[in-house]
């Protein structure tokens, strides 16, 4: 990751702002660092979410609940990384927004925090293709689909 990369997450004129990297499972921890050391606001949204979760008295409202917990966390911890540009953030460990108990379409929720939100995604699972996104479990493959909103996909190498 270089100045130029940092420029561009923050200056996208995009509809959508939203960013993608892709780096193996033993590399996220460095990935992680690298980003923090440029000031970029990382969150773990499954850790995040689980947290506010098991908190809960009642999970009657659990989508709605977990939406808002989400939204209000994202706008709290997103930065600017220069005097102008765009707010970002940078998130990972999605695989939790894909439980059917939270009831979330996790693409959509993404695309529209992006429209006002540089959004970097942090990937360490597998990519299907270009834009799907899949999280394999014990007995079936999850995926979430980007295909309609195209992200700019930064390559991390160690």
């Known amino acids: 990751m270089n100045s130029a990369f940092l420029n561009e997450l923050s200056n996208s004129n995009d509809r959508y702002k939203l960013f993608l990297i892709v780096c193996k499972p033993h590399e996220k921890s460095l990935c992680i660092e690298t980003l923090q050391g440029h000031n970029v606001p990382l969150i773990d949204v499954g850790h995040e979410l689980a947290t ?26 997103k930065a600017r990384l220069c005097s102008q540009g765009n707010d970002v953030v940078a998130i990972h460990n999605l695989g939790i927004l894909l439980e059917p108990a939270f009831g979330f379409d996790p693409v959509r929720w993404i695309q529209e925090f992006s429209k006002n939100v ?3 995604i942090l990937w360490d699972n597998q990519v299907a293709t270009s834009e799907v996104l899949r999280w394999p479990t014990s007995n079936q493959s999850m995926t979430l689909n980007f295909s309609n909103t195209p992200f700019k996909k930064i390559t991390y190498e160690v």
């Open 52 to 77: 506010y979760t098991s908190g809960l008295a009642s999970l009657k409202y659990l989508t709605i609940d977990g939406s808002e917990f989400l939204k209000k966390l994202l706008h709290s911890k």
């Open 118 to 120: 540089s959004t970097l």
